[in-house]
């Protein structure tokens, strides 16, 4: 399995106390490098997204913003969670072509599956707009270039916070399926009520746990894919409906995770010949990240 990274990823600096901060990569790849499956994986540097790529699902002038408003020191407050560093914007501009990569390099036939370890996240980013940590929305970008090579794609996140960013760009494109589990009503508070035929907003009371959320992908998640017929799933993953993390309430257990995992991949095999590419989405109790991202990627290999 292709696994992308960077060392980039480390120099998007955050302010103090900030939860999506590069202790959470740093422990990840210290702990994956200890452990069984590391040589297992082929481990390829994130290359940088070209401003074509991510003008696909984001507007030009945003794009341009973005750039523009990047610091030579210090921090930029984009939104009240949100900040660039001078690292910030090779971080993400890497971390949208990361996933790209994958896609491109699964379509031709180079990889079946691939997994992203990347930062900033970027699902709650929107087409013109900063938000909850996210600069560029990768999974978004790679999701549009999917789309020159496969008829339909689907979108799969099970990140404790709601993709806004994502429904935003796809809900009026019907050859793009978006499922997201997340807790409600809870953060972002945009788009988690859009209703379409391909979208699948199934929202989780606090406090849910393992029971509900299993029902609901099993009832809502995997008969959309099974219709949709997907050609690659790309997976947002967010680790943080764990139940060690601080900033939800979720529940989730390990197992829940190497379930998930072993639910899409089977629901890959059937129904797009195993193509997954899975993205690093939040996740911040850092040994619970750690373990998890481990597990997912033992169940994809």
Known sequence: MDFYTHSAFLDHRVPVGHPERPERLDSLLTHLKSVDLWPDLNVISAPRANVQDLARVHTSD????????????????????????????????????????????????????????????????????????CLFNSVAVAADVALESFDRIAVLDFDVHHCNGTVEMFADRPEVLVCSTFQYPFYPGRFQTVERPNVVNCRMPAGSGSDLFRELVESEWIP??????????????????????????????????????????????????????????????????????????????
């Open 224 to 301: 959309a894919i099974e219709d949709h017929e997907p050609g690659l799933i790309l997976v947002s993953a967010g680790f943080d409906a764990h139940r060690a993390d601080p900033l939800a309430q979720i529940n989730l257990e390990d197992e829940d995770f190497r379930w998930i995992s072993e639910t899409i991949a089977s629901a890959a095999d059937r129904v797009c010949g195993g193509r997954i590419v899975s993205t690093l989405e939040g996740g911040y109790a850092l040994d619970a990240l750690s373990r998890c991202v481990e597990i997912h990627l033992a169940t994809l290999l």
């Open 62 to 133: 945003y794009v341009a913003a973005i750039k523009e408003l990047s610091p030579t020191a210090g921090f930029v407050q984009l939104d009240p969670d949100t900040a660039m560093s001078p690292g910030s914007l090779e971080a993400a501009t890497r971390a949208a072509g990361a996933v790209c990569s994958a896609v491109r390099r699964i379509a031709s036939g180079g990889a079946k599956r691939a997994f992203c370890a990347v930062r900033p996240p970027g699902h709650h980013a929107e087409s013109s707009a900063v938000l909850g940590f």
